[in-house]
């Protein structure tokens, strides 16, 4: 039942990404392109999707926090606070691959369907990085490989 | 704004929304792409079968609609093949040392009023930004 919930869950991000044009790496880049305001070409659409999916997810979030959920014991809510120098740095990286093409892993792992060659160099490009990561992490202490397996998302 | 889509970029935002509720309602999970693909490639990861689906259902998504007639635009990047090798090792490095993306922050994370969340979401937005800043009009564009 996980299984069948989560395909379901997928499937409606998906629909979500395709429906609102951000399975489309131009039209994320459009909205990445602010030097482009003053000639009128700047696209604030996925700004409108951030609202909306923030709109739906933090009063659905707010809903059900009290109860438990359905199909197992309890809610996984991240339980990190500290401001650390790794959330830092990996957002600078994860832009600036964004930001090169526009693609950020939910929209390029969703292009999967459509076989596009550069498309599947971008994911395996993807994966190498993450399992760099874990690589590198696992060479760590201990403290960092407990911090390795926490994940806000 | 040529290209502004308000109607379809609302009704695409809720539905993302609404995916991140019924994950965590059914599941107890969060909706980040970063931790359920990171998670498939852990060997050390166990639960594996709803990160499976999940994917599966995201790729879904685009094959469906596009069994309904629609079009589905192909992954339009003008840029060169090592670039793109380049920007796939950096987003998936960072995602994971940054403990999450544009979903698991930049959504899920802003729904929990995080101030982790926030802040990620912000740097990467400004990166992306300045990055795009440079390509596009920067020296040579």
């Given at each position: 039942m996980r299984a069948l919930a989560s395909l379901l869950c997928g499937y409606i991000f998906g629909l979500g990404l395709f429906v609102s044009g951000m399975i489309k790496p131009s039209k994320v880049l459009g909205f990445l392109d602010i030097l482009a305001i003053p000639s009128g070409n700047w696209d604030p659409s996925l700004a409108i999707v951030m609202a909306a999916a923030l709109a739906v997810a933090g009063a659905g979030y707010a809903l059900i926090r009290p109860r438990t959920p359905l199909l197992v014991t309890q809610f996984q809510w991240p339980t990190q606070t500290t401001i650390d120098t790794p959330l830092v740095a990996g957002a600078v990286l994860f832009g600036i691959g964004w930001g090169l093409v526009g693609l950020c892993p939910g929209p390029a792992i969703e292009n999967?369907?459509?076989?596009?060659p550069s498309l599947v160099i971008f994911v395996v490009a993807m994966a190498v990085g993450m399992v760099a990561h874990n690589t590198w992490q696992a060479r760590g202490t201990a403290v960092d490989l407990v911090q390795a397996h926490r994940a806000d998302g | 704004m040529a290209n502004f889509t308000p109607l379809s970029a609302a009704i695409g935002g809720g539905l993302i929304g609404l995916s991140a509720v019924l994950l965590m309602l059914f599941n107890g999970r969060i909706a980040g792409i970063t931790g359920i693909a990171a998670g498939l490639l852990d060997?050390?990861?166990?639960?594996?079968g709803w990160r499976l689906t999940f994917i599966l259902g995201l790729i879904a998504a685009p094959i469906s609609v596009m069994l309904l007639g629609y079009t589905v635009p192909g992954?339009?990047?003008?840029?060169s093949l090592a670039t793109v090798a380049v920007a796939g090792l950096l987003v998936g490095f960072g995602t994971r040392l940054g403990t999450g993306c544009t979903s698991g922050h930049g959504i899920c994370g802003l729904s929990r009023l995080s101030t982790r969340s926030i802040v990620a979401t912000l740097i990467f937005m400004a990166a992306a930004m300045v990055v795009v800043a440079l390509t596009r009009h920067g020296i040579g564009g």
């Amino acid at each position: 039942m996980r299984a069948l919930a989560s395909l379901l869950c997928g499937y409606i991000f998906g629909l979500g990404l395709f429906v609102s044009g951000m399975i489309k790496p131009s039209k994320v880049l459009g909205f990445l392109d602010i030097l482009a305001i003053p000639s009128g070409n700047w696209d604030p659409s996925l700004a409108i999707v951030m609202a909306a999916a923030l709109a739906v997810a933090g009063a659905g979030y707010a809903l059900i926090r009290p109860r438990t959920p359905l199909l197992v014991t309890q809610f996984q809510w991240p339980t990190q606070t500290t401001i650390d120098t790794p959330l830092v740095a990996g957002a600078v990286l994860f832009g600036i691959g964004w930001g090169l093409v526009g693609l950020c892993p939910g929209p390029a792992i969703e292009n999967l369907a459509t076989v596009s060659p550069s498309l599947v160099i971008f994911v395996v490009a993807m994966a190498v990085g993450m399992v760099a990561h874990n690589t590198w992490q696992a060479r760590g202490t201990a403290v960092d490989l407990v911090q390795a397996h926490r994940a806000d998302g | 704004m040529a290209n502004f889509t308000p109607l379809s970029a609302a009704i695409g935002g809720g539905l993302i929304g609404l995916s991140a509720v019924l994950l965590m309602l059914f599941n107890g999970r969060i909706a980040g792409i970063t931790g359920i693909a990171a998670g498939l490639l852990d060997p050390a990861g166990g639960d594996r079968g709803w990160r499976l689906t999940f994917i599966l259902g995201l790729i879904a998504a685009p094959i469906s609609v596009m069994l309904l007639g629609y079009t589905v635009p192909g992954p339009d990047m003008p840029a060169s093949l090592a670039t793109v090798a380049v920007a796939g090792l950096l987003v998936g490095f960072g995602t994971r040392l940054g403990t999450g993306c544009t979903s698991g922050h930049g959504i899920c994370g802003l729904s929990r009023l995080s101030t982790r969340s926030i802040v990620a979401t912000l740097i990467f937005m400004a990166a992306a930004m300045v990055v795009v800043a440079l390509t596009r009009h920067g020296i040579g564009g």
